[in-house]
Structure formats: C-alpha cells, structure tokens
C-alpha cells in the first residue's frame, strides 16, 4: 500500500443533487394483489430535497466499581424529510386525505407506502456522471404537512410541501459477510460506484422492477408496471446471483 495519498485524482467524492422519486401505496390484503405487498409505483415529480434522518443508536454507559462496566446502545430507526413542489394525486391517502365526490377530506387514517428516489454522486473528473446512490425506504408513514399560502406579487414564489416520513423495519433474513444475523431495517442504499459488471447488470433488472418498462416487439417482450420489492431480502437475493 505504501503512504497515504490524500485527495488523489479521481478519489475527491461528493454528493448532491435528488431525482427518480416513486412512490408505492401499501396493498391492504396483499394475497389480492399478486402476494405483492405494494401497489404499481407512480411517479412523484418536482422533488426539490430528500434528507436521510437516522436516529437512536444512543450510549449509554453502565457503571461499576467505579469505572465504565459497559456500554450499550439503543435501536436505531430510520426515517426522512421530503420536499417537492407537488405529489401525485393518490398520495393524499397517505397524507390523511379521502377523495368522495370530487372532495378531500382530511384527517383520515394515512396509508403505509415505499418509496424510491436517487442521490447524485460525483467526483474531481467525472463529475455527476461518476455515478449515483438508489435508496429504497419500506413501510413508511407519512407525518402531516404545513401549507402556506402568500399573496401573489411581483416577486411570486411556489409553496413547498414538506413531510417528515417515519418507518417501520422489515425483518431481514441474509446474513452479513461475517455470516451474523442482520437486524431489521427499513432502508437499502445500493451504490453505483462499488458495484462490478455483473452487479450493474443486476441493478438494470431492479431498476426495470422499480420503474417498469415498455413493451419491445423487437425482443419480443411485453410491457411490465413499475413495483415495489416485497422486502430487503428480495434485493440483497437478487445481488447475491452475481457473486
């Protein structure tokens, strides 16, 4: 390895930038539905921010005979703040809205969705076209959102809609690469820069999956929705084919 090389070429890594936002409503009786337990994915457009909000994972330290006897740390729980300028339409389900008749009524139980979006990553030489980071986030639960409306004028801004979104983890079966039980989660980061050849081929067949795809007469194919994987392992399964 020899010394350390700080900031060489094509090592200065940064990230910035958010597009590819899907959202998928929770099937309420997925055995109806294909066993699949999210809806065809839609589009979200206008995505102006997405900001990942680990929290838990706490110290605290055990004291005894007069030193530090352990150190434990709580579970860790995973939620993120989204910003965009607008939502589709069948989201207000999952904002706490009903649509009868043509009316929104509010306050209602707010559906479970998943959700996808990408980050930009780019570096010193390639830029943005270095690669990006596909998070996909399950069981998520919508917090209720601020709407403020200002008077048009001759400086005219679009309002923001703004939703803290919380989680709940889904049980993960794989085992690590030092063959240990993995805890629950509800979030998958999937790197484009770490991945090989093969990975990447993998990646097209999950993005395919995420955001469908059309019908070619060519291939000899037809025309697939766009859904959401059922859980983790159904990914970390379909990664596990090109090792």
Known sequence: MGRIIWDADGERT????????????????????????????????GITGFTSSPSGAEVTKLWADNRVYATMTSAEEYGFTLEAYTYPDSFAECDGSRIVNGVYVGQQNRKKFGFTVRTMKGNDTQGYDYGYILHLVWNCTAGTTERSYATQNDSPEAITFSWEVSTEPVSVSSLDADMHEMKPTAHLEIDTTMLNSAQKAVLKRLEDMLYGTDANATAGTTATDPRFPNSPDEVIEMFAESE
Request: net charge negative.
């Open 14 to 45: 940064y990230e910035s930038g958010t597009d590819r936002g899907v959202f998928y409503m929770m099937n309420a009786d997925p055995t109806q539905d294909d066993n699949y337990k999210y809806g065809k994915g839609e589009a979200w457009d």
